[in-house]
């Protein structure tokens, strides 16, 4: 199963070098006119821009910057997830395990868990869902204490992702920006995802619920149909804003990645993203036409499908409260 990611990443790759070179000779007319229009956008954009887009139907790529090294601010968090996944699947860690909060977790950049006494423990369902949905950083800073900062690296070194790494902990105060991506690391990520094979069709399906529920809804999704599924990951820092997902159109589902960073207001990045994603929505709309047109199959269907009960009801009622420390109890030592 390793072998047949890598050598699809490779070829993903490849793709991306031809789109960005060459993308008229290399697309199908409505993606070529996706990559034209992707790079005038780019031309007027603030600050330093990449993008990637790709039609899970047949792996076309259109991007701008894909293999650029950018701020990952909050999607970082994605490979933190995959890798407590790994990990599940391993059985070194469990959803319903507890882990207690110390001192060295707590980040008060955003999410409320930083506010929690030292000592209170929460399950990696908790961790998970708060990480994603709220991107809670000192939820994120507590499972990669657990699972391991060098074991997310090695992870997403063995994935074949080439610019993303945990350089530390999340601290908002300190160099985050030593958190690292590309648009184009995104998309393997998201593809494997969107095609189950991200550690296993389980763990897959189980993230793409996971980044269903996020709360943060003002960058990708905003020009998209309400009724469209989106499963999606946000990034912000002063100057930086990312958004990178799975659009599950029946028609045409498709991974979108798209990170700026220098930019002179965070709303010339909001606009500069919702943009892009109505770009990638058009241009796969009238691609589903094309190739209705041109007597192509249709799309098979490659998101999740309708995850069963217990698992819908994992994720989108996540009631579990927090375990208060034990009264006779010191708190976790504080250098863990």
């Keep these: ?77 994605i490979p933190v997830m995959v890798e407590v996944f790994r990990q599940m699947s391993e059985g070194r860690v469990d959803l319903g395990q507890v882990v207690h909060l110390t001192a060295r977790d707590r980040d008060w950049g955003w999410g409320s868990l930083c506010d929690a006494p030292l000592g209170t423990g929460y ?22 204490r657990l699972v391991g900062r060098q074991h997310i690296n090695a992870t997403m070194s063995d994935l074949g992702l080439l610019h993303t790494r945990v350089a530390d902990y999340i601290r908002s105060d300190g160099d985050i920006r030593s958190l690292r991506s590309s648009a184009g690391d995104m998309l393997h990520l998201l593809d494997a995802m969107a095609r189950d094979e991200l550690v296993d069709p389980w763990s897959s399906r189980q993230m793409i619920a996971i980044m269903e529920g996020q709360r943060h809804n003002t960058l990708l999704p905003v020009p998209l149909p309400k009724e469209l599924k989106i499963a999606h990951k946000t990034g912000s820092l002063h100057d930086t804003l990312n958004d990178v997902g799975i659009v599950e159109s029946e028609r045409e589902p498709y991974v979108i990645a798209v990170m700026t960073t220098g930019l002179p207001t965070l709303d010339t990045g909001r606009r500069f993203i919702r943009g892009v994603s109505w770009l990638a929505y058009q241009a796969m709309e009238r691609f589903a036409d094309w190739r209705a047109e041109n007597g192509l199959a249709p799309v098979e269907q490659l998101t999740h499908p309708t995850l069963s009960s217990p698992d819908l009801q994992r994720w989108l009622s996540p009631s579990q409260e927090p375990a208060a420390p034990p009264a006779t109890q010191e708190p976790p030592p504080q250098n863990q």
Excluded at 123 to 144: K, P, Y
């Design 1 to 77: 199963m390793r072998v047949t990611r890598l050598l699809r990443l490779g070829v993903i790759a490849a793709l991306m070098l031809s789109a960005t070179a060459n993308a008229s000779a290399a697309l199908p007319a409505p993606l070529a006119d996706l990559q034209m229009r992707l790079a005038i956008a780019t031309q007027h954009a603030p600050g330093r821009v990449a993008v990637a887009i790709e039609d899970l139907a047949t792996g076309a790529i259109s991007g701008i910057n894909p293999n650029a090294s950018m701020p990952a601010a909050s999607t970082i968090k």
């Design 123 to 144: 399950s990696v369902q908790a961790l998970l869902w708060r990480m994603i949905t709220d991107s809670d950083n000192t939820a994120t800073n507590m499972l990669i």
